[in-house]
Structure formats: structure tokens, C-alpha cells
């Protein structure tokens, strides 16, 4: 460890956020890396070019710039290595390809994003993989449902839309007797509300695009693996040739810098907002796991030290066939919310959210669920905002 990183190591965490990925001395003092763009790396001498003896070699194996990213990321992580892909997704399907193989058998929790569902049941299945899908809510009882081939368990906690928490300690534990890799999508906490490294976990999945981003305009993803994991890891991604751009990386260290302050005010607004809608008549539940009234409320207290700012609700109906109509005239008659998917950027989102992928997670009956990204605008105008979507759906 370099002097500045064990200084860092203790430090707090808008100190490192401000600090790591980058040594200004290290490039002419400019505070900032530089934006390398390359394919080429020129080599002093053809025994150099055999041995491959230099940092650097080709920029698909890395550049100043995406080491930089990936720099910063383990420091916040605790991992041995990052790679940088250029989508969320891609961080989640890289490393199902870098540790499955036809005739393996993979469990995939239930509440899962639902585009890593669709690769496991098009992608994985086509290449021989067996996947089953597990109650986020299994805890240990994870046992009865490990095979001899079972090689990869794949966590996501809150899980997408419904938020179920899951005990990623008690699964990462079953997961490990049976000699099974544990991935986990941590996007919604990102690594400053949730470590999964230190809760058992062995891959930790970013969607970059969302906090780390934190403007609505990046795509990127970030995988970073423990010591026992990152050769399998790294191979994978250098066969598999799927890089971070520079430009992107660059993007994505400058939003790290401010994502604590960032993050501490979406999750300000967004529990503001939250028990606001706890309290009203035409709500019939808040799907926010930092609430004590959701039932996952106690893991997330017990592992998490912070909540972002996503969340959703179930609107209260008379009857099933009101869902679609008041779901819709709520979401129609919102200003300030926009409706788009995605969220970590500063602006607010709504969504209707369609659950009919789930296999096994009980899908909510009282009402339509409607998920909010809550943005950095203040809060008494996105109130405002929402209260005329309660008076079009009440209309219904
Ligand atoms: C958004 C999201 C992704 C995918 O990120 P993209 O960059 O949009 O591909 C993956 N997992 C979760 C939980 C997400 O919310």
C-alpha cells in the first residue's frame, strides 16, 4: 500500500471520494488524469513488444484514464480489481459468462433486474446453463436448492422495483459450502451504503450509469472482484474484449468526487417524500426498505448505513380494473417528474412498474406500483408535483 492510500484507508469518506483513482504528481501535478484516447501503445523495442514488458500495452488491457476509475472503485469496494463495461448490464452478464458453463447451474434471485432475467432465459439457456430463481427472501434456506452443479448464485439487494431486501451474509455462506460464486447487483446502495465484499460476496455489480454518473447522460458498468476471483474475472473480460471509453471513465471518476453529497441529499428527499406518502389516504403501501414499516426494514438496518434515493408505492384502488387507468392519469398529469427509466440523475422520475416477469416474489394486488427516483430538486415542488398526480388519479 502507498502512503497516500493507507492515508486514505482511514479517512472519511468525502475525503477519499475527493482523493482516490488519481495521484496529481503522477502527471504533471494537473489534479485531474488525462483523457487518454487510444487503441495503440508503441513499445521502445521489439523485445519489449515479445515480453510485453510495460505498463501498458494496448488500450482494450487499459489506459491512465480507465485506471484511474478502476483505481478509485476498489478503494471503495475493498477489491482486488475493476473492470469497466459500457453498460449496467454488461456488468452483470460479463461475469455470469466469465464464471458459467454449459451444464452449470445458476440460482438468480426472484426480484432481479428484469433485463438480467431476460439474458439468463434467452442467453445463459441457450449456452446450456440451467437457471432457477430463489425467494429474495430465502435467507439460509438457500441450502435446499444447491446442486452439485450449482456454480453461481446471483444476489440484488433491494431487489428492482419491489425493493425485497435479502441476508447476503447467510447466502454468501450457503453459496461457499457448496463452492458456488456469489455475484450481487449493488446498485441501488452503491458502495457507499453497502460493501458486498465485506458481507461474503466475491463479484460486486454497478450500474455506473446510475449514482456514479449522476446526470442522466453516461452509460457505464463496473465489476469489481475479490482476490479469490479477479484473474477469472479479468481473463474474461479481456477475451471477451469489452472495455469502459475514456471519456466515459473520465466522466464517471468526476462524478465519484460529489456522489457522497449527492447521495445524502436523495436519500434526505426521497424518506421526506416517502413518509409524506406514508401518511396519505390514497396510498396503500411505501416500498422504501430505510422505512420501519416495510419487511425488510431490519436487514437493511442491520447491513446497510444508508438508503439512495429510489423507491416505490402502491396506489389504492376500489377494484383491479382501476390499475392501468389511475396508474396512468397520475403519472400524465406530473410537471416536474419525468417519465423515463433510469434514475441516479439529479432530475425525478416516475414509472409504472410492470412486475409480470416474477415467477415467485408475491407481485403487490392492492394497486399499481408506481417507482420515483427522487432528484435534487427541493422537495416542497416535487411534493407539490405529486399531489397533482394524486387528484387526476383520484378523478378516476
Ligand atoms: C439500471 C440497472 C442496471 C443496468 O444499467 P444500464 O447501464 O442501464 O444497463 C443493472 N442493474 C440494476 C439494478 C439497475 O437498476
Excluded at 58 to 65: I, K, N
Excluded at 135 to 147: S, V
Excluded at 214 to 235: C, F, P, R, Y
Aim: aromatic share 8%; proline share 5%; with cysteine.
Amino acid at each position: 500500500m502507498t502512503e497516500k492510500k493507507s492515508k486514505l484507508a482511514n479517512a472519511g469518506i468525502n475525503t477519499q471520494l475527493a482523493h482516490n483513482g488519481f495521484t496529481p504528481k503522477d502527471y504533471h501535478g494537473f489534479i485531474n488524469p488525462p483523457v487518454v484516447h487510444a487503441s495503440t501503445v508503441l513499445f521502445d523495442n521489439a523485445r519489449g513488444m515479445e515480453t510485453r514488458a510495460q505498463p501498458y500495452t494496448y488500450a482494450t488491457r487499459g489506459t491512465p484514464t480507465t485506471d484511474a476509475l478502476c483505481e478509485a472503485i476498489d478503494e471503495l469496494e475493498g477489491s482486488a480489481g475493476t473492470i469497466l463495461v459500457p453498460s449496467g448490464l454488461a456488468a452483470v452478464t460479463v461475469p455470469m459468462l466469465a464464471f458459467l458453463s454449459a451444464g452449470d447451474h445458476a440460482l438468480v434471485v426472484d426480484s432481479v433486474y428484469q433485463p438480467t432475467r431476460h439474458f439468463c432465459d434467452t442467453m445463459l439457456k441457450r449456452l446450456g446453463v440451467t437457471v432457477e430463481y430463489y425467494d429474495p427472501a430465502i435467507g439460509a434456506g438457500l441450502a435446499a436448492l444447491m446442486k452439485p452443479n450449482t456454480r453461481l448464485v446471483h444476489t440484488e439487494s433491494p431487489g428492482s422495483n419491489t425493493f425485497e431486501m435479502q441476508d447476503i451474509k447467510a447466502i454468501s455462506d450457503v453459496a461457499h459450502r457448496h463452492g458456488a460464486v456469489v455475484t450481487m447487483d449493488n446498485t441501488w446502495a452503491t458502495p457507499l451504503y453497502f460493501k458486498p465484499l465485506e458481507h461474503g460476496v466475491d463479484i460486486s455489480i454497478h450500474a455506473a450509469t446510475k449514482y456514479p454518473s449522476g446526470h442522466s447522460d453516461i452509460l457505464m458498468g463496473t465489476v469489481s472482484a475479490n482476490a479469490q476471483h479477479w484473474e477469472q474475472l479479468k481473463q474474461a473480460n479481456i477475451t471477451l474484449g469489452i472495455c469502459g471509453s475514456p471519456d466515459d471513465s473520465y466522466q464517471i471518476l468526476r462524478g465519484l468526487r460529489t456522489m457522497n453529497l449527492r447521495l445524502e441529499r436523495h436519500q434526505e428527499s426521497a424518506l421526506h417524500i416517502a413518509r409524506w406518502l406514508e401518511q396519505r389516504e390514497d396510498v396503500s403501501r411505501v416500498l422504501q426498505p430505510a422505512l420501519p414499516s416495510f419487511p425488510g426494514h431490519d436487514l437493511w438496518k442491520r447491513d446497510f448505513t444508508g438508503a439512495s434515493g429510489i423507491f416505490s408505492f402502491i396506489l389504492k384502488v376500489d377494484s383491479p380494473d382501476q390499475f392501468r387507468a389511475k396508474a396512468h392519469a397520475f403519472l400524465d398529469a406530473l410537471s416536474l417528474f419525468g417519465l423515463g427509466w433510469s434514475w441516479g440523475g439529479y432530475s425525478s422520475l416516475a414509472v409504472h412498474v410492470g412486475l409480470s416477469d416474477r415467477t415467485i416474489t408475491k407481485v403487490p394486488e392492492d394497486g399499481p406500483v408506481l417507482r420515483l427516483q427522487i432528484g435534487l430538486e427541493d422537495t416542497k415542488d416535487l411534493i407539490a408535483d405529486l399531489g397533482v398526480g394524486f387528484d387526476a388519479a383520484g378523478s378516476i
